[in-house]
């Protein structure tokens, strides 16, 4: 079956700690993936997306994901957090044999960063 | 620029009552539209997804439907509402050019079934 699976669901750190948040997928053919944001507050939006090409993706306010086709991963990554990245984290696949318009989203994993 | 619309933000409904929750978007032609529903600690869960007026995809089965009158518009519906449809429902839309990547989210809708 489709899935996509988070295994940190409640992260907590200090400001200028590393990040890393596990995200891993079962869907069958090629595979777009995605990492949504939600802000507290705000909608969800997307931070960044992997379609082809370099597998080490960057995003938006120094994110960056790393597709490791072998392990089916798609790891988002920060080298030093900040307050305001406290939010909510949600990675997604869509492609394969059900084709783009079906996404299948993770559950999601909250980040607070401590000032 | 394009922009999307939810409302109500929040509804309390007593089970066994209908239900009508409305999305439209602006700035956009022919979008592919979405309804999702989030629960706690359960992510987002794709109900429905449209490409077209009237056509309607169905992800989950269940005492929801979806509709889409006008190309812009997206209804979620249901004739009795249940306990286990609580949540915050969330309308996107993307487009297919250049590619159906991005999703685009509205704010949501908070709806308590009582």
């Known amino acids: 079956a489709q899935s996509v699976s988070q295994h940190n669901h409640h992260v907590i750190l200090s400001e200028a700690a590393s990040l890393e948040l596990g995200c891993n997928y079962s869907?069958?053919?090629?595979?777009?993936l995605f990492w949504y944001v939600q802000y507290p507050g705000q909608h969800l939006q997307l931070l960044l997306k992997?379609?082809?090409?370099?597998?080490l993706v960057k995003g938006i306010k120094g994110f960056e994901a790393e597709f490791i086709k072998s392990k089916f991963s798609f790891n988002l990554r920060k080298p030093s957090v900040q307050w305001s990245d406290t939010a909510e984290y949600f990675c997604?696949?869509?492609?394969?044999?059900?084709?783009?318009?079906?996404?299948?989203f993770g559950t999601g994993t909250r980040l607070k960063v401590l000032a | 620029s394009q922009t999307i619309h939810q409302w109500p933000a929040t509804l309390v409904q007593p089970v066994g009552s209908p239900l009508s929750l409305e999305c439209t978007v602006e700035?956009?032609?022919?979008?592919?539209l979405y309804w999702y529903r989030q629960a706690a600690g359960r992510g987002l869960q794709l109900l429905f997804y449209?490409?077209?007026?009237?056509?309607i995809s169905s992800e989950v089965p269940q005492n929801l439907s979806a509709s889409r009158p006008q190309d812009r518009q997206f209804i979620l519906s249901s004739k009795k509402l249940l306990l286990s449809d609580s949540g915050f429902y969330l309308c996107?839309?993307?487009?297919?050019?250049?590619?159906?990547?991005?999703?685009?989210f509205g704010p949501g809708t908070r709806l308590t079934v009582l």
């Open positions: 997604a696949v869509n492609g394969g044999a059900s084709g783009t318009y079906k996404y299948i």
């Open positions: 869907y069958g053919g090629t595979v777009n």
């Open positions: 449209s490409v077209g007026i009237g056509q």
């Open positions: 992997y379609f082809s090409g370099d597998p």
């Open positions: 996107a839309w993307s487009v297919d050019y250049p590619s159906t990547d991005t999703q685009y």
């Open positions: 700035g956009t032609s022919n979008p592919n």
